[in-house]
């Protein structure tokens, strides 16, 4: 199996595709944008973790500070039968969330919820269900935050049901209909008080997407995670940060990569944190001594991270690459040529 990529001149957005084998990483993502002056823009995003086989919601904030997380929605397309059916009912059943940022529950919408109820099933749920996960009822510290750096929100475990995993778009037919049939509105919204202070209102960073057209979603294009080669590799020597949207899809949970290999002049080290804490990364010889720190142990935020580095003057040879966190060890084996 491979990953599945469309990419239409009416549809220009980036879906998260399953199937029984997927090779790869993807994600999708919108924007809103609050049309209210005062208020930020969030982008919404999924990835997919194939090493874990796992499915992860973030918000992207646009502006560093730091935030308290009041209140969220994240709604999620997924196909019919993605989870299994609940006992005694053809109705999917709940994704199993992980939470990572805030507390978050799902609401499953699906036909057999309607016909259930005595309710005419839905066109427009035929062959997919929406999973209405909200974040309750406690707000939660996220602390500070980096423009454009993605915070994880929850995860939830992928399966081997192919189709398309995606964000609910604003205003498109399954959102309307389950508002018109039912009283529920799917949507995306979050709440955020920035900074994290006293009197400073809730709302000063919000995004809601609802039917009245208070977000715009606007659409990326598809990247084939697949071709992404050295050119989309960090830049800036001698400093650490978190990784690109590429980057983020091509790197699996608790991870160390380390390009390239065979290295002469230089490193970059990609690598996953998924415990807050301190970690540290050195470059050791086969007897295990220290021959250079390429991160000095520091406090990491979860997230991914590069690191460009120049390599010390050293004999040509095996080395290993050490990342130590709060999770345990990882190591890659490093050549040296010169």
Not at 263 to 277: I, N, P
């Amino acid at each position: 199996m491979k990953i599945t990529t469309r990419l239409t001149a009416a549809l220009r957005q980036i879906s998260l595709v399953l199937g029984s084998g997927l090779l790869g990483a993807t994600a999708a993502l919108a924007q809103c944008a609050q049309k209210n002056g005062k208020d930020q823009s969030v982008d919404f995003r999924l990835t997919y973790d194939k090493a874990n086989q796992r499915i992860t919601a973030w918000y992207v904030p646009s502006i560093s500070s730091t935030h308290r997380l009041v209140t969220g929605q994240f709604s999620i397309v997924t196909p019919d039968g993605f989870t299994a059916p609940e006992t005694g009912s053809g109705q999917d059943s709940k994704l199993e969330i992980t939470n990572i940022n805030g507390s978050w529950q799902d609401f499953v919408f699906d036909n057999d919820l309607f016909t259930s109820k005595a309710m005419s099933p839905l066109a427009s749920l035929e062959g997919i269900v929406v999973h209405q996960v909200g974040m309750a009822p406690q707000a939660t510290d996220i602390g500070a935050v980096t423009a454009g750096q993605p915070v994880p929100l929850f995860s939830f475990p992928s399966t081997a049901k192919e189709g398309t995993v995606r964000i609910v778009d604003t205003g498109e037919k399954v959102q309307k209909e389950i508002l018109s049939k039912f009283g529920g509105n799917i949507s995306n919204e979050i709440s955020i008080q920035s900074p994290v202070k006293a009197f400073v209102r809730a709302e000063q960073l919000y995004c809601k997407n609802d039917l009245q057209k208070k977000i715009d979603f606007k659409k990326t294009v598809l990247v084939d995670p697949t071709a992404v080669g050295a050119s989309k590799s960090p830049t800036d020597a001698q400093t650490i940060g978190m990784t690109n949207a590429n980057d983020l899809d091509l790197l699996g949970a608790e991870s160390l990569v380390v390009t390239p290999n065979p290295a002469t002049v230089e490193l970059v080290v990609r690598y996953q944190l998924l415990a807050a804490g301190n970690a540290g990364i050195d470059l050791v010889d086969e007897q295990g001594r220290t021959v250079q720190t390429i991160v000095a142990r520091k406090h990491h935020n979860i997230g991914k991270y590069y690191l460009k580095v120049t390599l010390q003057d050293m004999a040509a040879g095996m080395y290993f690459c050490a990342l130590k966190g709060e999770e345990g060890q990882k190591t890659v084996k490093v050549m040296i040529a010169k």
